[in-house]
């Protein structure tokens, strides 16, 4: 019950913090973008900056900060789209690559040096294949039971792809300090074994899509 509590507690601050910070900057900027009040070279750092302060209040006041800086992404790409200028957006994109791309790098170093002490067994590897395949896969089949306008192979490439990214690795790097050794290699086993599983199956589900479309055209 407490677990519960304190899960509505950083999800309920999280999401409050979230509205009110995004909704609020989404306003300032449209302003300050109309009255020329910023230089527009400078622009894409905006949205990171309201990331980095959606996470730093919400953690401020005990909730989460991932759900929080979550949240207003989702809702500033909603306020902000209808606007004809689109460059702070797209350049912003940018700047999330470049990011996504060096936490990668971290991660591909840090798992270097944890295959060296791992002690690689059986049990850590079938672990790691559930967990890539099965766990991530059917929660998400099971919420798209309603959508009854896709298929069952459409479904099933949505909840093949659609759970990976880099909220393990960040995950992960949350709890290297507090985390036991064992947690970290399962957590280390499966992203590896998501990223060369789900790397492999691209190009062969991509094309089977790419020529059912063709054959529909011809």
Not at 61 to 74: D, I, K, M
Request: glycine residues 6%; contains cysteine; charged residues 15%.
């Amino acid at each position: 019950m407490k677990m519960l509590e304190f899960m509505f507690r950083e999800v309920g601050i999280a999401l409050v913090v979230a509205i009110l910070i995004t909704w609020s900057a989404t306003y300032l900027i449209r302003y300050s973008a109309r009255r020329h009040f910023f230089e527009k070279a400078s622009s894409p750092f905006l949205i990171l900056s309201l990331a980095i302060v959606n996470y730093s209040v919400a953690e401020a006041l005990g909730g989460s900060g991932f759900v929080a800086a979550f949240v207003a992404g989702l809702l500033f790409d909603y306020l902000y789209r209808p606007s004809k200028d689109m460059r702070l957006i797209e350049e912003s994109e940018h700047i999330a690559e470049f990011f996504s791309y060096l936490i990668w790098c971290l991660f591909g170093a840090y798992s270097y040096w944890q295959l060296q002490s791992m002690d690689l067994s059986w049990s850590k590897l079938v672990f790691a294949l559930v967990a890539a395949i099965l766990v991530r896969v059917i929660p998400v089949l099971f919420s798209l039971i309603v959508f009854n306008g896709l298929n069952f192979k459409e479904k099933f490439t949505l909840a093949w792809f659609g759970p990976r990214g880099l909220a393990s690795i960040v995950f992960t790097l949350m709890v290297l300090d507090s985390a036991d050794g064992l947690l970290n290699e399962l957590a280390t086993l499966t992203i590896l074994t998501s990223v060369f599983i789900h790397g492999i199956t691209t190009r062969p589900i991509a094309n089977s899509f790419s020529k059912k479309g063709l054959a529909k055209r011809d």
